[in-house]
Nanobody, 129 residues
Framework: QVQLVESGGGLVQAGGSLRLSCAASGLIFSWHYMGWFRQAPGKEREFVGCISGTGGNTYCTDSVKGRFTISRDNAKNTVYLQMNSLKPEDTAVYYC??????????????????????WGQGTQVTVSS
């Protein structure tokens, strides 16, 4: 079955950096667009960033643009979220997700939760002030 396993979370001071990884198995990784979402305590889950199957198309939400970078290594079936200049408001559980539209549409990606088919268990990121 499909598994997405996030790692790399932890406690960091404001201004610091973390790199999250999400290892995928049980799917043809390069066919799937990938996304990162986060959920802070008492808040709804929100979109962070996404990347197409080829890696050629990426998009991040405005609040993290210029600080977060999403990338993928299809040879390792892994997607990454590099987070720099972290702020206390970035504290949340971070989830990766995978979605599929068609084998031929390798540049597609999306910020819509409902278009993702598989989800990881999440990794906690805590940014102290």
């Amino acid at each position: 079955q499909v598994q997405l396993v996030e790692s790399g979370g932890g406690l960091v001071q404001a201004g610091g950096s973390l790199r999250l990884s999400c290892a995928a198995s049980g799917l043809i990784f390069s066919w799937h667009y990938m996304g990162w979402f986060r959920q802070a305590p008492g808040k709804e889950r929100e979109f962070v960033g996404c990347i197409s199957g080829t890696g050629g198309n990426t998009y991040c939400t405005d609040s993290v643009k210029g600080r977060f970078t999403i990338s993928r290594d299809n040879a390792k079936n892994t997607v990454y979220l590099q987070m720099n200049s972290l702020k206390p408001e970035d504290t949340a559980v971070y989830y990766c997700a995978a979605g599929f539209r068609s084998q031929s549409n390798s540049y597609y990606t999306t910020d819509h939760e409902y278009e993702y088919d598989y989800w990881g268990q999440g990794t906690q990121v805590t940014v102290s002030s």
